[in-house]
């Protein structure tokens, strides 16, 4: 038996998550992650490239917290996007793995995704800090960067969401009895 509340948990998880997904994939694609100031000219860099007025250049080094935190944000999209179909399939009742419970799934994918874009922002965060702080004194993050924690915040209120939908469902005497 499925209740309103739960349908509501749920479909605050998919909206959370899915406003989530759509700002980690643009976090991760764009090129504004910090903004600084070099030779008089604004410059700004992303995890991918860094941009010059006219021109953007890929990121040609290996260095190890931006491959890390690129891993990170691709970790996180991927567990995201899977909470999603797997939250949408829990909403529509699709049952095609009976004893499997797809809320319960959905809100741990979520917290994963938590996880990984908050291990990715620390990362970056502390790198960034540490280096640019020391070195340089007219630089700082972007939107890019927001969108990222923007989307810790979304990412952990989608698990909990489901999370709290799967605890309606397993102990269905207990938000029958409200």
């Given amino acids: 038996m499925f209740s309103f509340r739960m349908y509501s948990f749920m479909g605050g998880g998919l909206f959370c ?3 989530s997904n759509i700002l980690l994939v643009v976090s991760t694609a764009t090129d ?18 860094y941009c010059m007025p006219g021109k953007c250049m890929y990121h040609t080094d290996s260095i190890a917290y931006w491959d890390a935190t690129r891993a990170f ?3 996180s ?17 699709y049952s095609s ?6 809320t319960f ?8 995704s938590c996880f990984f874009v908050l291990l990715a922002m620390a990362v970056y965060t502390g790198v960034t800090v540490n280096y640019y702080g020391k070195r340089y004194g007219n630089w700082r993050f972007s939107w890019s960067y927001i969108m990222g924690w923007v989307s810790v915040v979304l990412t952990f209120f ?14 269905p005497h207990h938000s029958s009895s409200r």
């Fill in 17 to 19: 998550a899915g406003i």
């Fill in 32 to 49: 504004y992650w910090m903004q600084y100031r070099h030779s008089n000219n604004y410059m700004h860099q992303g995890l991918w490239r």
């Fill in 73 to 75: 944000m691709i970790l």
């Fill in 77 to 93: 999209i991927l567990a995201c996007f899977f909470g999603l179909c797997i939250g949408v399939m829990a909403f529509i009742h």
């Fill in 97 to 102: 793995f009976d004893g499997f419970d797809k």
């Fill in 105 to 112: 799934a959905s809100g741990i994918l979520f917290f994963m």
């Fill in 158 to 171: 989608s698990g909990i969401f489901y999370m709290c939908a799967y605890r309606m469902h397993e102990c």
